[in-house]
């Protein structure tokens, strides 16, 4: 499938996104080992989020789907069946990484496998703790790389630092600790999305965060069952706030969307950028803060995004990198090494398509600089079978003078089932709804800082 792209009227909208991609895996997988029937609303069907639902009910859980975003999901108690075939992770990481660290705990043996893509990342980021834990994990691919033969059991509680600041690496961690003795803690290098903490908080599992930046669950525990209601998924939002911010008085309202803290360093980002940005958080009643965002665009200038923001906006980079291409100056990228093993090499992807595109970009180790203004002009872009670069560049289309294509764009099922429908809004608006709540602006942050 490709996307074809043209240059954007005036944007004036006021939407809504899917459901939150991190929050709909963890949401499953804990209501899947709790004590009774949790209602899951506002799930996110998407290819890689059903590859855990599909994971959950291969291990005997019964999950329900009346319609797409509802997910009725019966807790096993923690007492989860052994998989007659091999687990299919797809594409997705985070299903891949949440497994391992949840079979870890199991005292029979699974298999994980995965697409061509999922089976060139790395693997050894949880291979190596959950062993240390007790388990036994065989990568069979070369370096440490999937398909994967998990075995466990008796784990034991450990206090572990990750070299790389990842919450999908925390998340199997703090999953495999729920069947260890003793406690488990995680100390992370850089915070990151803190998902799977309030999840757990929320399904009254113990925790404790003994200083900042670190977390630990205590062993042998049921969550509770509860219902829960995800909210929008900030990292989707994230595509239209950037072309609503890049463009001279386009206005945007999203509602319903995650604010979580560790997940909105976009927001600053653009803000610095010199977008007008104000966000307001509605509720907080089920443990994730969901509310308001609404965007103001001004002409952008370039800023430098490194440090603790990095993995704050880990996944928003692609699509600030063309917000960098758009505007006035240089935008630099640092610390972003992580970006080489997402679902492509995106540094290698963002160069690429951005100089096909006509803009001036030096690909650095762990980053990006890039220099604008660039006068974009439409071009055949590649997706690289990435999600993320396929919507970015769709963006970076809305921009470009003349037609731009993107190929290979099926990808972005992965993760943003609607996304064609709502480029169609952006690039032929139909029902023009324009709104302005008052609500409070966010502080500007300083470069690199989060
Ligand atoms: C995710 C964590 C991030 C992010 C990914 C989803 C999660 O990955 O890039 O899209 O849900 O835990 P890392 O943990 O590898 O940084």
Same mark, same amino acid.
């Given at each position: ?23 709909? %895996? ?24 059903? %590859? ?10 019964? #999950? ?9 999901? &019966? ?78 059991? $008796?784990?034991?509680?450990? &206090? ?34 803190? &998902? /799977? ?15 900042? *930046? ?76 969901? *509310?308001?965002?609404?965007?103001? *665009? ?15 906006? #880990? ?5 600030? $990198? ?47 600089? #890039? ?5 974009? %002009? ?8 990435? %999600?993320? #670069? ?41 029902? /023009? ?18």
């Amino acid at each position: 499938m490709e996307l074809r792209v043209k240059r954007a009227p005036r944007i004036d909208l006021e939407i809504t996104v899917p459901g939150d991609k991190s929050i709909s %895996h963890r949401a499953v997988v804990i209501a899947a080992l709790s004590n009774g029937v949790c209602t899951l609303q506002g799930f996110l069907p998407s290819e890689d989020c059903m %590859h855990t639902v599909n994971a959950m009910r291969a291990l005997g859980v019964k #999950i329900e789907q009346p319609e797409p975003t509802t997910l009725i999901v &019966h807790g096993k108690k923690r007492v989860l069946t052994p998989p007659k075939n091999e687990i299919n992770c797809g594409n997705s990481g985070t299903t891949m990484r949440l497994l391992a660290g949840l079979l870890a705990g199991q005292t029979f043996e699974s298999r994980l496998v995965a697409d061509a893509g999922l089976s060139r990342r790395p693997m050894d980021r949880v291979i190596a703790p959950l062993c240390e834990m007790g388990a036994s994990i065989v990568a069979e691919g070369p370096d440490q790389t999937a398909p994967l033969r998990v075995s466990g059991g $008796s784990l034991r509680g450990i &206090h572990y630092c990750p070299s790389v600041a990842s919450a999908q690496v925390k998340g199997a961690l703090l999953l495999a600790g729920l069947f260890a003795r003793g406690k488990t803690t995680v100390e992370e290098p850089l915070p990151t999305r803190n &998902h /799977m903490e309030k999840m757990f908080n929320y399904f009254l599992v113990r925790t404790a965060t003994e200083e900042a *930046g670190s977390v630990t669950v205590f062993g042998d525990q049921v969550p509770e069952s509860r219902d829960f209601a995800i909210p929008g998924d900030i990292s989707s939002a994230a595509f239209w706030l950037v072309a609503a911010a890049a463009q001279r008085r386009g206005h945007l309202l999203i509602r319903d969307v995650g604010l979580n803290d560790t997940r909105t360093a976009l927001l600053g980002v653009l803000l610095r950028m010199g977008a007008q940005v104000r966000e307001a958080v509605e509720g907080v009643d089920q443990v994730e803060p969901r *509310g308001i965002v609404e965007v103001t *665009g001004f002409p952008l200038k370039g800023t430098v995004i490194q440090g603790k923001e990095v993995p704050r906006l #880990i996944d928003e980079l692609p699509i600030l $990198s063309v917000a960098g291409a758009l505007a006035n100056g240089r935008t630099v990228i640092r610390q972003a090494g992580e970006l080489r093993v997402k679902e492509t090499d995106r540094i290698a992807a963002i160069a690429h398509n951005l100089r096909t595109m006509g803009t001036q970009v030096a690909e650095l180790n762990d980053g990006l600089e #890039i220099s604008g203004p660039a006068p974009l %002009h439409g071009a055949q872009v590649a997706s690289f079978g990435d %999600h993320r #670069i396929a919507m970015a560049f769709a963006i970076a289309g809305l921009f470009a003078e003349g037609e731009t294509v993107v190929q290979d764009a099926e990808c972005i099922r992965e993760s943003y089932p609607g996304f064609e429908t709502m480029l169609e809004e952006f690039s032929n608006p139909k029902r /023009m709804q324009v709104s302005t709540p008052v609500i409070g602006s966010l502080t500007p942050t300083a470069p690199g800082e989060g």
